[in-house]
C-alpha cells in the first residue's frame, strides 16, 4: 500500500508544485497528503481485513494438515496489527514527501 501512495504522490508532482506556486507552505502540503494518506490506508485496512483474517486461517490449515503447526493452534487476531499498518502507512508517506 505504501508503494501505491508513493507512486501516486509522484505523479502528483505538479499539483503539489501548482499549490506551492499558489502560497501553500510545505506544512500545509504534508497535511493534505497525511490525511489522504490516512483515508487511503484506513479504507484499505477495513477492506483488507476479512480478506487478511480469512488467509491467516486458511494458511493455519494447510500448515496443520502437513504437520508443521499444531491442530490446535489458534492464531492471536486483534486490531493491534490493522492499527500498526495504517500507522506506519501514513509515516511512511509523510515521510516520503
Request: net charge positive; with cysteine; glycine share 12%.
Amino acid at each position: 500500500m505504501t508503494n501505491t501512495l508513493s507512486l501516486a504522490m509522484a505523479h502528483r508532482r505538479r499539483e503539489t508544485a501548482l499549490l506551492r506556486a499558489g502560497g501553500a507552505t510545505p506544512g500545509q502540503i504534508r497535511c493534505v497528503v497525511t490525511a489522504e494518506a490516512l483515508a487511503v490506508a484506513f479504507l484499505g485496512g477495513l477492506l483488507g481485513w476479512p480478506v487478511g483474517v480469512a488467509v491467516v486461517h486458511g494458511m493455519r490449515d494447510r500448515l496443520a494438515v502437513h504437520g508443521f503447526a499444531p491442530p490446535d493452534c489458534q492464531p492471536v487476531i486483534g486490531p493491534l496489527p490493522a492499527a500498526g499498518a495504517v500507522v506506519m502507512t501514513v509515516l511512511t508517506i509523510s515521510w516520503d514527501q
